[in-house]
């Protein structure tokens, strides 16, 4: 079984040198990881732990994290929807820390 | 002033719906709360169809002061809506 913290190092590892990092607030993003964990073993797949899951795989594709919403949610606002993943200029504080909006479509929440 | 109604609609996984809780809880706020990720099917959708009603984009933190709705994680609107 997977810890918060493995998950921790392998994610660092993988999105850092993509200019993901996580967010300085440690607390916070070991929080979400373990959401995600939990997602995982409830529904079967790390749906993000922001959104309510559907329960179907195919359906969350989109907001299964890294979700497609990071990309330009990191790009517009630096951070991303749920503040796991931001940007080097979000966590050295030389933008402002606006709250996300949920970027993914009204219609896409089915339960 | 009477303090208004406050409810929140909230995910047990979620960071900013755990930060809304702290802010109220820190400022005495009496509210109630569902986590909607944790209810059985059936109620989960009645819920979600309340949450629809007045955040059609069914995003969470979902927070009602009164008759206001404020979406995500923003400290300095809902201070303003608790009148603090």
Not at chain 1, 13 to 28: L, T
Not at chain 1, 46 to 70: F, K, Q
Not at chain 2, 17 to 38: A, H, I, P, Q, S
């Amino acid at each position: 079984m997977t810890t918060p913290q493995e998950l921790y190092e392998r994610l660092k590892k993988v999105n850092e040198p993509k200019g993901y990092y996580f967010d300085n607030d440690h607390e916070m993003v070991m929080d979400l990881l373990k959401g995600l964990l939990l997602n995982r073993e409830r529904y079967g797949y790390m749906c993000c732990p922001c959104r309510l899951a559907s329960g179907d795989r195919e359906w969350d594709r989109d907001i299964t994290c890294p979700c497609v919403y990071r990309e330009p949610d990191v790009a517009e606002y630096g951070s991303c929807y749920c503040q796991l993943y931001v940007s080097k200029e979000w966590n050295e504080g030389r933008i402002p820390h606006l709250t996300v909006p949920e970027r993914r479509p009204a219609e896409k929440y089915r339960s | 002033m009477e303090q208004p109604k406050v409810f929140l609609y909230a995910l047990s996984t979620c960071g900013h719906c755990k930060n809304t809780k702290r802010l109220l809880d820190e400022k005495g706020v009496k509210y109630d709360f569902v986590d909607v990720d944790l209810l059985p099917k059936d109620e989960m959708n009645k819920v979600l169809d309340d949450v629809r009603k007045v955040n059609p984009q069914c995003a969470f933190p979902t927070l009602l002061v009164g008759d206001k709705v404020i979406v995500g994680y923003r400290e300095n609107e809902i201070l303003e809506a608790l009148g603090l």
